[in-house]
């Protein structure tokens, strides 16, 4: 088995065996679709799905995965294996989707029972003991001929093709079978998916060496929580060579000093490598300045691969060096006490290697805010945040879906999972509003239906309801926008300090304009959607999308200070077209996945000349993919 680790936080795997095209994914967590894309893992090669928990972190890019696929090669086969309980929230997922993916094939697992199933060539099975234990076993049989023996019989290739059926051939009045000629060799593989930690470690331990005995196999690799590390260390089992991965446990999600509840983006670990005990060396930075993921892999302890640096101005400075007009020794430190706006996710439709999708969060004095979600958002956030990651999390006072589009409500699930695990043990009090449409609501309640959690905790409100008080002393002013009939709006946060107004996905509106106009705030800032260049106006038209042109534009009719560019389509994948002819537009910054703005005119004008200096480097793309 080739082994491919594309998540330690909830774990997720993908699994291919040779001469097999149908691979098997273990779990499908946030930013799943990206780490495959990334990695040119070919996700038309996924026969099989294993979903080996009810928790939204594991379902999270099941969906949006699915849909793309659905979308590039229209009918798909894809067989989901799924603990029973899954079932409806599955069933609603597909039934929301732009592009039905799922023809309900698969097996649902029932609560509180053992279960195995056959898809070739994988053994799936399920364990009930102390602890529930996932087994994926895989029996590669090899056959080897004896040359001479082939020789001295004088055997045809038919007569061979019948042998390896098991049929016995006639030979100058001989019968000769297949154990005359040659020899077979049985290699039995497992993994082992332990997620729950429990305090009674002898009694796992048992568990797991009387599951190795029961499969006797040669080889095997173990996925564990965290918790286990010390005591589990040097578990071993005679005759069999085990392989450790230390992952983040089902119930707190943290793993060492991980404190996010979706994957890291990061290249995944080959484990072909690690069993021929070939460890992989340090890979160097990709050349590409516009690479934003850190290509470390470490070395057999498989502790969790580095984050990306946050993309401060900082970062782009100290990586394209000085220059005249933004000196470092001029450009102010950020502060940690000013408002602040983090770039989750830039890009738009589906997540591609370079922007994940559509998803921000402002920290601001009066409390925290997430302003649409899309899948990975939460994992986005903790490389942006860090060990402020927690405190941010407790801090949440709303999150703010603009319209009913899978890429912009992904994510929200796990999100109000995470704060109601957290605050769970402070005041009764903490109390988080989402403010969604009908539909995102529904995909929240279906979630909370197989993991309840506090859901009474929850403000559930529509756009439309007036929420403008829902939030003092943060002002929340709700506008339609031009993209989903009805279904669509931007909003514009406001306080003493600053207003922020959020188009979503959009066409140009007067309504955005003026409602941004009218704040008294000494700071405004428009956060715009600029999904296409001038040169396809028409499209933007026909997709109820802007332009970076008439994004710019709509900052300048709304007496913006400053405007961030976001929601690039992801066929800009690396440069984004600018625009150079248009006058009298306010200064703008061309949004990059995890910049973490202060909210201050100083900064934001720094990083508006930094941003341009970064994509002014990098070549514009060739042959523009449809999408």
Known sequence: MDVCILSLCPPSLLVRVRNCRAALLVNAPGGTQRTLGANRLHAESIGHILLTNVLPSSTEGLSGLLQTLAHNKGAIDVAIIHPSELLPLLGLLNSLSTCRYWSNRGISMPAGQAFQETYEPFILRRFLGYTTIFAIVMKDVRTKFDKEKLKEYSLKGTDIKALLAGETVLVNGSEVTFADVGTRRCTIEAILILEEYLVDTRSVEEQLRAI???????????????????????????????????????????????????PLHKDFISLRTCWAKKHPAFLPLANDPSDMLLRKVLLDTFEVLQPPEEMTKERFLEKFGDYDDCNPT?????????????????????????????????????????????????????????????????????????????????????????????????????????????????????????????????????????VQDLLLPIKLHVVPAIHLQNLSFSYIISTDDV?????????????????????????????????????????????????????????????????????????????????????????????????????????????????????????????????
């Not at 983040?248 to 999600?253: D, G, N, V, W």
């Open 212 to 262: 190795l005995e029961e499969l006797n196999a040669q080889s095997c690799l173990l996925l564990l929580p965290m918790e286990y590390k010390q005591v589990l260390f040097a578990f071993e089992v005679k005759n069999v060579r085990l392989q450790k991965i230390w992952c983040a446990s089902l119930e707190t999600q943290k793993r060492g000093s991980l404190m996010g509840a979706s």
């Open 330 to 466: 001029t450009i102010p430190c950020l502060n940690p006490l000013a408002p602040q706006l983090f770039l989750l996710g830039t890009g738009a439709s589906v997540p591609s290697k370079y922007r994940n999708v559509a998803g921000y969060a402002l920290s601001l004095p009066e409390g925290n805010l997430i302003i649409d979600a899309g899948e990975s958002t939460l994992g986005q956030l903790w490389h942006c945040c860090g060990e402020e990651f927690d405190i941010f999390i407790r801090g949440l006072r709303a999150i703010l879906i603009t319209h009913s589009h899978a890429d912009h409500y992904l994510g929200l699930a796990t999100i109000v999972r995470r704060f109601l695990v957290l605050t769970s043990t402070s005041s009764s009090d903490a109390r988080l509003v989402v403010i969604a449409n009908p539909l995102e609501q529904m995909y929240l309640l279906a979630a909370s239906q197989v993991d309840v959690k506090e859901m009474n905790r929850l403000v559930l409100r529509l756009p439309t309801e007036g």
């Open 499 to 627: 207003a922020i107004g959020f188009s979503g996905d959009t066409r140009p509106t007067d309504a955005l304009a003026t409602r941004l106009k009218q704040t008294s705030a000494p700071l405004r800032i428009l956060v715009h959607e600029a999904t296409f260049s001038e040169l396809e106006y028409e499209k933007a038209i026909e997709n109820s999308h802007s332009t970076i042109a008439e994004a710019l534009i709509q900052g300048r009719l709304s007496m913006a200070d400053f405007v961030v560019l976001s929601h690039f389509s992801q066929r800009y994948t690396k440069s984004v077209p600018t625009c150079t002819e248009l006058q009298n537009i306010p200064p703008y910054i061309l949004g990059t996945d995890l910049m973490r703005l202060q909210l201050t005119s100083e900064y934001l004008l720094s990083c508006s000349t930094v941003t341009k200096l970064l994509y002014s480097r990098i070549p514009s793309d060739e042959g523009l993919k449809e999408g």
